[in-house]
């Protein structure tokens, strides 16, 4: 059974940090693409970042670009999402996805849907004034 799992949401201050983690199983971790979108309340969910797992390859939206990293841990099939400088309009519920094919991912992204292989619940992050 395929899984996303995300967790470390929570409340927190401007200006303050966290990190999401999204813990995969179920499928080849290391060859696939795994991004982070998000969705505020009564918007569209956007990309936020991703990374090729087998190339290293990144992308972050403008938004985030300078204050969140994307990383991968591949011993562990987990993602990670280090939010810096976090503003109240980074308040969201953020999902991990993951699909089998970078460009298809780029594409989608951009596109603003959602068909990407796998998809996990989401955890909010509310960021505070």
């Known amino acids: 059974e395929v899984q996303l799992v995300e967790s470390g949401g929570g409340l927190v201050q401007a200006g303050g940090s966290l990190t999401l983690s999204c813990v995969a199983s179920?499928?080849?971790?290391?060859?696939?693409?795994l991004c982070w979108f998000r969705q505020a309340p009564g918007k569209k969910r956007e990309g936020v970042s991703c990374?090729?797992?087998?190339?290293?390859?990144?992308w972050y939206a403008d938004s985030v670009k300078g204050r969140f990293t994307i990383s991968s841990d591949k011993a562990k099939s987990t993602s990670y999402l280090r939010m810096n400088s976090l503003k109240p309009e980074d308040t969201a519920v953020y999902y991990c996805?993951?699909?089998?094919?970078?460009?298809?991912?780029?594409?989608?992204?951009?596109?603003?849907?959602?068909?990407?292989?796998?998809w996990g619940k989401g955890t909010l992050v509310t960021v505070s004034s």
């Open positions: 996805a993951a699909d089998n094919s970078w460009i298809h991912t780029i594409v989608v992204v951009a596109a603003a849907t959602d068909d990407l292989d796998y």
């Open positions: 179920g499928f080849a971790f290391d060859d696939y693409t």
């Open positions: 990374i090729d797992n087998s190339e290293g390859t990144t």
